[in-house]
């Protein structure tokens, strides 16, 4: 059962296509990650979801709860939208009780506490939220998302700009949610986070559908041309060695992209020859060398966006 179904729908802003014959479903009690650069169209489509955009008139259909009528789902929806917002003059008690009375929660008054209580808030339950530093307006933001309990939560971007503590809480809460049975869409740049996360993403590349499916599945359709190794060497370029097609340098480590057809084994004696390998792993590419692949600079000598969705049709 998906808890959202997009069939064949298209939004253009005038002559920009934000997103292009867009077909995506979203299985219930899932983690769904939305990934792609700036401006791709993942937040448009989250909106789309929202009903806060609406699709090209005829372009198709959105199911959100199996619901197709405008705001028929909204109580049973949370959403954190990308540009944070709150009352800046409210305290962070009163702001909370607000956002659960507005989605009909009766029982409000224990959870607010139990959610200030859970992301270290406690202290500050009767601050205005002018006082509270960006990464806790964030956490209050969060809370006011979810404090009625909704069956769908929307989160854009939910750890941008958090410390490593903080969106470690955040993601300990997330994967409760979906613990308890709630299906979870959120964007993110954060490819570790989707790996680690995520039982399926989606890529968005120019408005068109890029990738979908399970990471395991996405990384099969590249396969294993990804070697992993650390040498102590003099500074050498693994790129004169024949087969390597690319280079990931991240200091400690680097990623070297095989050409279709290369011999791990012949790249491994070519490295030693020229030092002392300590580590070396024929490895699936990561979610952030795919994003690249796609993305990058590169990408306008290899898949394009058409292709790559083909495969996905």
Request: aromatic share 8%; charged share 25%; with cysteine.
């Amino acid at each position: 059962m998906n808890v959202v179904e997009i069939e064949n729908v298209t939004k253009t802003f005038g002559r920009h296509v934000a997103v292009n014959n867009l077909t995506l479903g979203v299985p219930k009690g899932s983690i769904y990650g939305f990934i792609g650069p700036n401006g791709s169209g993942k937040t448009t489509t989250l909106r789309m979801i929202m009903r806060i955009y609406h699709p090209d008139a005829g372009s198709g259909a959105i199911r959100v709860l199996g619901e197709t009528e405008s705001a028929a789902a909204n109580d049973r929806v949370g959403y954190l939208p990308e540009e944070r917002g709150l009352y800046k003059k409210m305290k962070v008690r009163d702001i909370l009780r607000f956002y659960a009375e507005l989605k009909c929660c009766k029982d409000f008054k224990d959870r607010v506490g139990e959610w200030l209580a859970r992301l270290d808030l406690s202290a500050w339950a009767d601050k205005k939220v002018e006082t509270l530093s960006k990464g806790m307006a964030q956490k209050v933001q969060f809370i006011s998302a979810v404090i009625a309990d909704p069956e769908l939560v929307i989160l854009d971007e939910p750890f941008s700009g958090l410390d490593p503590v903080n969106a470690e809480v955040l993601r300990e809460a997330v994967l409760d949610l979906r613990r308890r049975g709630a299906t979870v869409i959120f964007s993110t740049h954060d490819m570790g986070m989707a790996e680690k996360m995520c039982d399926f993403i989606f890529m968005i590349f120019q408005g068109n559908k890029v990738l979908d499916g399970t990471l395991e599945s996405i990384q099969n359709r590249y396969g294993r041309d990804t070697i992993r190794v650390q040498v102590d060497g003099n500074g050498f370029d693994p790129r004169a060695i024949p087969g390597v097609e690319k280079v990931s340098d991240f200091g400690r480590l680097q990623e070297l992209r095989m050409t279709s057809g290369t011999d791990s084994q012949d790249v491994l004696a070519e490295l030693m020859r020229r030092g002392r390998v300590t580590h070396f792993e024929l490895a699936r590419p990561s979610l952030h060398d795919i994003f690249i692949r796609i993305a990058g600079p590169e990408a306008s000598d290899g898949e394009t966006p058409a292709a790559t969705e083909a495969a996905y049709a």
